[in-house]
């Protein structure tokens, strides 16, 4: 018995044991310790591309087109400076840097076929400006239509360039066909009065483009023309014609051509006192070399495609509902006069302008292949400080449509000195017309 229960106690002690073994949960494992990725270094930024493209043009360095062409070639060259200075032309990862191949065309075509040949076929210059000068521009249009090579066209006001279906070709300035046409406008407005108006004109294509469509558009406002005679490009005496004018007795007198016949035409009325109310005539007045000839400058009034006065900025690129590009008016006034000394004119403007358009048209295009830069400047309608670029896109392709004329003329500040004002459109002018022109 005594064995029995000793061993009923070992087998109930073993029971309890084996339930206490069930009782304890087995240890539940930790998971793996995950091995760290291996670090990643940040992908570094590519370093831009840069890219330079050549920009091809004359300069009339000599010869006729001298005083202009140079104006228009430093309002480029600055440009080019600033360009340079903002670091250039951002696309995507590509900085566009410019330089510039140029010969001096002696103000003539012949020189122009020549040297706009050589900047295409052995320069391989990737984009044109023109040279100065409607005449001039007309014979590298040419070229440039024939390779394929977009220029923009400043310094040349010719419709002509534009009817002839040309489509690597886009105008700055206003049409020649505008030219003239607000001096009329402004003399109806001040003397409505003034019957008879008197044209004396280079014969030569830019002013005589001027003169047609001025002389059609006084006739259909009721004037009578007086007088309507062409003189030789070089002329220096004006008597002949002054004398018919003197005849005819005209109340204005509208015409000229270019510098060194426009300033000399405007001293010979001066010293004949010829008695015209108003004087206007072109691209002379508008340069700053004008008032050397003293006071045969006072009250001569001139068409300008652009002044320092001229009221283009960001409210006014607002209202017309256009985005505005580039300096301001005030901007590129004080870095011309920084840079050589004396206030800008339209000349140099456009030749700023230009280089501006191109640059705009490259970053819309975001590209240096010209098919996309043709589609830019075909979209454009901007305003800058130079006022409004559009370009016409059907039957004259590349025409300037957007730019408008301001008439100025020179009169005197307290001191007596010479100086420009805007005088037309009345809502742009910085000061009244001095009409009628007063002699002394």
């Known amino acids: 018995m005594k064995g029995l229960k000793n061993l009923i106690i070992i087998i ?82 590509t900085v566009v840097k410019v330089k510039f191949k140029f010969y001096d065309d002696e103000s ?47 310094g040349a006001a010719s419709d002509d360039i534009f009817a002839k279906g040309y489509k690597f070709v886009y105008q700055i300035y206003t049409p020649a066909s505008r030219y003239l046409t607000g001096a009329i406008d402004m003399l109806g407005k001040v003397d409505p009065a003034a019957k008879k108006i008197a044209f004396v004109y280079e014969k030569e294509k830019f002013s005589t483009d001027v003169v047609n469509f001025a002389k059609e558009y006084a006739a259909n406002k009721g004037y009578e023309i007086v007088l309507f005679e062409g003189y030789e490009s070089g002329t220096t005496d004006f008597a002949p014609f002054i004398n018919k004018i003197v005849a005819a007795a005209p109340d204005a007198i509208l015409g000229g051509g270019h510098f060194a016949d426009g300033s000399t035409f405007a001293k010979q009325l001066y010293e004949k006192k010829v008695p015209a109310k108003l004087v206007s005539i072109l691209v002379a007045p508008a340069l700053p070399e004008f008032a050397e000839i003293g006071e045969a400058a006072f009250q001569i009034t001139g068409p300008s495609q652009w002044e320092p006065q001229a009221q283009y900025n960001e409210e006014a690129a607002k209202k017309a509902g256009i985005p505005w590009y580039g300096p301001s008016v005030k901007e590129f006034v004080e870095a011309y006069k920084s840079k050589y000394g004396y206030e800008p004119g339209y000349h140099a403007a456009g030749g700023y302008a230009a280089g501006l358009v191109l640059q705009k048209a490259i970053e819309d295009a975001k590209s240096l292949e010209p098919d996309k830069i043709k589609a830019a400047l075909e979209k454009m309608d901007i305003m800058t400080f130079y006022g409004r670029i559009k370009f016409d896109t059907a039957q004259f392709y590349g025409k300037q449509i957007g730019h408008e004329m301001v008439y100025l003329q020179w009169q005197k500040d ?22 009628p022109r007063k002699l002394e």
């Open 12 to 93: 109930a002690a073993l029971a309890v044991l084996a339930g206490c073994a069930k009782a304890t949960p087995t240890p539940t494992p930790l998971p793996p310790t995950p091995t760290p990725a291996p670090t990643l270094a940040p992908t570094p930024t590519p370093a831009p591309v840069e890219k330079t493209i050549v920009i091809g043009f004359t300069a009339s360095q000599t010869g006729k087109y001298n005083a202009e062409s140079k104006e228009q070639i430093q309002g480029l060259n600055l440009w080019a400076e600033h360009l340079s200075a903002a670091g250039g032309i951002k696309i995507g990862n």
């Open 108 to 154: 003539t075509k012949e020189r122009v076929q020549e040297l706009y040949t050589r900047l295409i076929t052995e320069d391989k210059v990737d984009f044109l400006i023109s040279p100065y000068s409607s005449g001039l521009a007309a014979a590298a249009a040419v070229l440039a239509e024939q390779y394929s090579k977009i220029m923009i066209v400043t």
């Open 414 to 435: 307290p001191s007596g000195k010479l100086v420009k004002q805007v005088v037309w459109p009345e809502e742009g002018r910085s000061a009244p017309l001095i009409y």
